[in-house]
Nanobody, 121 residues
Framework: QIQLVESGGGLVQAGGSLRLSCAAS????????IAWFRQVPGKERELVAS????????FYGDFGKGRFTISRDGAGRSVYLQMNSLKPEDTGVYLC??????????????WGQGAQVTVSS
């Protein structure tokens, strides 16, 4: 059982940048694949980006490809989502999710409470 905590959300103007962080309370994220999802009211939760437990593979959803970068820190404590060239349509609650190892994109079992990202035009 791990508890995920997101940080780094906020309000930014279009064209700006934000970096979201995801950490596990009191423990390492080593061995866990981590993903960022976006939740917008009235829409299905959308996979933004993911990184495998061993750091060897990353995946990006279409809307963030080329603008967002997911990375893990060397100590295995945090996973980051660097978001550049933000657009108003990127607005939403960004949730960090984890699964031990990797069993598939729909097998994330641990979830954070989310960080609000609001991009103004």
């Amino acid at each position: 059982q791990i508890q995920l905590v997101e940080s780094g959300g906020g309000l930014v103007q279009a064209g700006g940048s934000l970096r979201l962080s995801c950490a596990a309370s009191g423990r390492s994220l080593g061995g866990y694949s981590i993903a960022w999802f976006r939740q917008v009211p009235g829409k299905e939760r959308e996979l933004v980006a993911s990184v495998l437990w061993n750091g060897d593979g990353t995946f990006y959803g279409d809307f963030g490809k080329g603008r967002f970068t997911i990375s893990r820190d060397g100590a295995g404590r945090s996973v980051y989502l660097q978001m550049n060239s933000l657009k108003p349509e990127d607005t939403g609650v960004y949730l960090c999710a984890a699964q031990f190892g990797y069993s598939g994109p729909n097998r994330y079992t641990y979830w954070g409470q989310g960080a609000q990202v609001t991009v103004s035009s």
